[in-house]
């Protein structure tokens, strides 16, 4: 038994708001980068490997707000983060601001298994990047036209995000992926741009252990929304802690988590989540969330909107 769950943000994504022709193309990224980490489980793959090969995909594509989609902080540049985590074995890794390094979610791997530490800031961890060979990039990689007139709107509007109303395509963009593979090993993975027009360094919930990105024997668990809601919530250990302690199952502690913990408070967003027995839930309480799905004899499961 081998199962795959994927997310590239969660926010509001209204039908009406997405051109026909945008929405192809974010189902087509979703589609490829599911079809290679499936195939990599298919092959006898490491979760860790699956979900590692499936965030890049992603922080490749510049449609979605991580690696090369990164949004803009305030001060023009890119401050990107990413988590990933085991659960066998409960190693974890994580980068925080990182600016040159082209794909964050390998030096979060980098700094699991080549440090004896778990996070790492910038400058630091680009610096960790580029001693250990990673890929690493010019500002104008990172550089995408959108992203600018973002920016744009957020600094004329005082914003560190664009307004729901305002734009109706404004999204929490983050990437995700968890995994369970045929050893029966979980892995989460989790990369992100941050907040259009952030200032001060701001840290989201990605690379913070337990809040955004999580794993154990019992669950993996990727999120993405309001950071600050996830961080004060714990979120993604908050589903663990539910299924442990209280014996719920995983879609129960998700349901929990998503609309009982955090919309009642503003917690917009969402995560998916892979439990040992391979089983899958992709909850959200906004609008739409992209994500896809797939499990060892199943067919493979994309949507954007709410009613899937």
């Known amino acids: 038994m081998f199962a795959l769950a994927i997310h590239g943000g969660a926010g509001t994504i209204a039908r009406a708001s997405l051109l026909p022709a945008d929405e192809t193309r974010y ?5 490829t980068a599911l079809a290679l980490g499936y195939a990599q489980l298919q092959a006898g793959a490491a979760a860790l490997d699956a979900v590692e090969a499936v965030v890049c995909s992603l922080e490749d594509c510049p449609l979605f707000n991580a690696g090369r989609g990164a949004v803009f902080t305030h001060d023009g540049h890119h401050e990107m983060d990413a988590a990933v985590m085991t659960g066998h074995n409960r190693l974890a890794g994580a980068v925080a601001g990182v600016r040159a390094v082209q794909n964050p979610i390998r030096a979060a791997r980098l700094v ?63 990437v995700g992926a968890v995994a369970r593979d045929v050893h029966g090993h979980l892995a989460a993975a989790t990369s992100t741009g941050g907040m259009t027009n952030k200032r001060y360094s701001r840290i989201g919930d990605t690379p913070l252990i337990g809040a955004g990105t999580w794993a154990d024997a019992r669950c993996a668990i990727s999120c993405t929304g309001n950071g600050e809601y996830f961080i004060r919530a714990v979120a993604a250990y908050d589903v663990a802690c539910l299924m442990e302690y209280k014996g719920l199952t995983l879609e ?30 992709l ?23 709410k009613e899937g």
């Open 112 to 174: 699991m298994e080549h440090t004896e530490h778990v996070l790492l800031g910038y400058p630091g961890a680009d610096q960790l990047a580029r001693e250990h060979g990673l890929p690493t990039q010019p500002a104008e990689y990172f550089f995408t036209q959108k992203r600018f007139d973002q920016l744009q709107d957020a600094l004329a509007s005082g914003k560190m995000q664009l307004d729901h109303a305002a734009d109706p395509n404004w999204k929490k963009g983050t």
């Open 252 to 281: 129960e502690a998700c349901r929990v988590v998503v609309q009982d913990k955090l919309a009642p408070v503003g917690g917009e967003g969402g995560l998916i989540a892979v439990d040992a027995a391979g089983n899958l839930t």
């Open 283 to 305: 909850p959200f309480n906004s609008e739409g969330m992209y994500r896809a799905s797939r499990a060892v004899g199943g067919e493979a499961f994309v949507a954007i909107y």
């Open 27 to 31: 189902r087509a990224a979703l589609e």
